[in-house]
């Protein structure tokens, strides 16, 4: 549950400060800057997210995941203390390897600490909890601050406390929430089903540091593997090293196309993402309280599916789940042009809009499931892996917004609104 709060709260700290950049960014007199202050988060994400991988598979994960919300914090201070735009850009970069940092970790846990047949539900978990937390942290940056509520004096210094620096704030409570989860759920999460990670020699140790000791039946059982291990352990290393070697290049295109994959998937999302609230501006009349509706109802969507894969995945192999979301995909995206007459049909419109939602919930939890099920169950690799992935995902978010703008500039925009591109 702690890994589920703590992608959701550092996914909402992306989001929360979207409907006030553009007028925070006005106010500092740096209003050119929008855009790249709404890219450069997925670049940090982009940067982060196979750094902090890796270090989550050689380090004790919560030393990662306390430097990742350090990050967070200075960056959250820096957005809500900003007096130019340059430091409203940092402060995103920041921010956006706080965020990158943290999924990378947590899918990283996730991995460690599922079977493969527990892992494609835990990893739509975590999916979900990112979808939510992008769908609502504006709304969880207007509950709080609505109003100014400044200046706030802290150690006699005044802090401004308003709609525009207001998420910079929220921002550090996130994270000092996440640390929170961190201090008192990540040990006992680390250590449940993998007792093959229990060193008996540094027992005292974790059990000063919070670990659960295991039963002395259980110590046993795993003392006489482990003495079973040392003995054949120059047999397994060559065995393993034999298998590897001889299935790198399936284990290699089968982490290649699973990219392909989800950055095609997150592509196509971010660019029809980006430009649908004007979409149901032109072509139906809908004001922004309907837009963001209709995004809250995507966020519905994606709960639906996450159940739905919880319920399917022990009898559906992944690679037919993956299936199914590539149908769903481009079906949705079809559903959504229109062929015949000069205007969007709501109908089909709702219909595509949902299936590319639930596509996207789909397709990105089965694929993060399916690459880890690619690599060994023991390999020190994991962690990368997933941050690799992640950054797939980013680079398509900093892409497909730039492209769906780009169309937009260039083309007419009544004819673009329309489903002429």
């Known amino acids: 549950a702690f890994v589920y709060m703590n992608v959701f709260l550092a996914c909402s700290s992306f989001s929360c400060a979207l409907p006030t950049i553009?007028?925070?960014?006005?106010?500092?007199?740096?209003?050119?800057?929008?855009?790249?202050?709404?890219a450069i988060y997925s670049v940090g994400q982009f940067l982060a997210s196979p750094i902090w991988g890796y270090l989550c598979s050689i380090y004790r994960s919560e030393n990662t995941l306390y430097a990742s919300l350090l990050i967070g914090i200075v960056g959250g201070l820096l957005y809500a203390t900003a007096r130019t735009g340059v430091e409203i850009l940092i402060a995103r970069l920041l921010i956006g390897l706080y965020t990158g940092s943290q999924e990378a970790c947590h899918r990283t846990i996730v991995v460690r600490c599922t079977t493969d047949n527990e892992r494609t539900v835990a990893q739509a978990g975590v999916s979900t909890a990112t979808v939510l937390g992008f769908l609502f942290g504006p709304a969880l940056a207007g509950i709080f601050f609505f109003k100014p509520l400044g200046p706030v004096y802290f150690l006699g210094v005044p802090?401004?406390?308003?709609?525009?620096?207001?998420?910079?704030?929220?921002?550090?409570?996130?994270?000092?929430?996440?640390?929170?989860?961190?201090?008192?759920?990540?040990?006992?999460e680390q250590t449940k089903g993998l007792p093959q990670c229990v060193d008996p020699a540094n027992d005292a140790k974790k059990t000063s540091q919070g670990y659960e000791a295991l039963p002395a039946a259980e110590e046993a059982r795993y003392g006489a593997l482990e003495r079973e291990d040392a003995?054949?352990?120059?047999?397994?290393?060559?065995?393993?090293?034999?298998?590897?070697?001889?299935?790198?290049p399936i284990r290699v295109s089968g982490i290649i196309i699973c990219g392909l994959v989800l950055f095609v998937n997150a592509l196509g999302f971010s660019a029809y993402e980006t430009i649908t609230t004007p979409l149901v501006k032109n072509d139906f009349g809908w004001d922004l309280l309907y837009a963001d509706l209709l995004?809250?109802?995507?966020?519905?969507?994606?709960?639906?599916?996450?159940?739905?894969?919880?319920?399917?995945?022990?009898?559906?192999?992944?690679?037919y789940l993956l299936l199914c979301g590539v149908l769903f995909s481009t079906a949705g995206y079809g559903l959504m042009l229109e062929f015949f007459d000069n205007r969007m049909n709501l109908i089909r419109f709702l219909i595509g809009f949902a299936a590319v939602n639930a596509a996207m919930e789909l397709n990105r939890s089965v694929t993060m499931s399916l690459a880890?099920?690619?690599?060994?169950?023991?390999?020190?690799?994991?962690?990368?892996?997933?941050?690799?992935l992640i950054s797939c995902v980013a680079c398509a978010r900093i892409i497909g917004p730039m492209y769906a703008v780009w169309v937009w500039n260039a083309t007419d925009r009544d004819k673009f609104s329309q489903g002429h591109w």
Not at 160 to 166: I, K, V
Not at 231 to 248: F, H, N, P, Q, Y
């Open 372 to 388: 880890s099920k690619i690599l060994p169950p023991a390999s020190r690799h994991h962690g990368l892996l997933q941050g690799l």
């Open 295 to 319: 995004f809250v109802a995507a966020g519905i969507v994606c709960i639906l599916v996450f159940f739905i894969i919880r319920l399917t995945s022990a009898s559906v192999e992944d690679r």
């Open 231 to 248: 003995k054949a352990k120059g047999v397994v290393r060559d065995l393993e090293k034999e298998i590897c070697t001889s299935r790198m």
């Open 22 to 38: 553009e007028p925070y960014l006005e106010k500092l007199g740096a209003l050119p800057l929008w855009a790249y202050a709404v």
């Open 159 to 188: 802090l401004r406390l308003d709609t525009f620096t207001g998420p910079g704030w929220l921002i550090v409570v996130f994270c000092f929430i996440s640390s929170f989860f961190v201090t008192i759920g990540l040990t006992q």
